[in-house]
């Protein structure tokens, strides 16, 4: 009786973080080299624009760290910070898939929060953000420990 309780939480468990998009990678999802990709920029905290090729099926986070953005990611990809703070533009923001509760979780812990802002680990690049251009904010509450950065795997 207890193994089969276990087993049907799991299963319900499973079922409400797909229904709620809370689908979470150690360091994002894995896309091959030659995925396509599309140029998109990110507007960094010192207001200069820096514009990258990010390749479609990967977070915002890896495009960043892939191009030698300064984007933390205290937390390597997992939603456990806010560090990965991006202010996303009204449109683009509107038709993504909505945040999990764990992401706005760790928003409410955002410095400079906006209406539009979402974690760059959990925003997954798609064809329709070609030239889309994503605000760095001026600074970021890292409470797992100052000054950590976690280098890419």
Same mark, same amino acid.
């Given at each position: ?43 960094? *905290? %010192?207001?200069?624009?820096? /514009? ?8 915002? $986070?890896?495009?960043?760290? =892939? ?29 993504? *898939? %909505?945040?999990?509760?764990? /992401? ?8 400079? $929060?906006?209406?539009?802002? =979402? ?35």
């Amino acid at each position: 009786m207890h193994r089969s309780l276990q087993r049907g939480v799991l299963v319900a468990s499973r079922r409400s973080r797909r229904a709620l998009g809370g689908v979470r990678w150690h360091g994002g999802p894995k896309v091959p080299n030659d995925a396509p990709t599309i140029t998109v920029t990110f507007l960094q *905290p %010192d207001k200069t624009r820096k /514009e990258v090729q990010a390749r479609v099926g990967e977070s915002l $986070l890896q495009t960043a760290h =892939r191009n030698e953005i300064d984007l933390e990611g205290a937390c390597e990809g997992v939603c456990a910070c806010s560090t990965c703070h991006l202010i996303m533009p009204q449109d683009l923001y509107d038709i993504l *898939p %909505d945040p999990s509760e764990d /992401e706005e979780d760790m928003l409410d812990m955002a410095f400079g $929060l906006t209406d539009t802002s =979402r974690l760059g680990c959990q925003v997954i690049v798609t064809k329709d953000m070609e030239g889309t251009e994503f605000k760095m904010p001026a600074a970021t509450r890292n409470f797992y420990v100052d000054g950590h950065k976690p280098k890419p795997h």
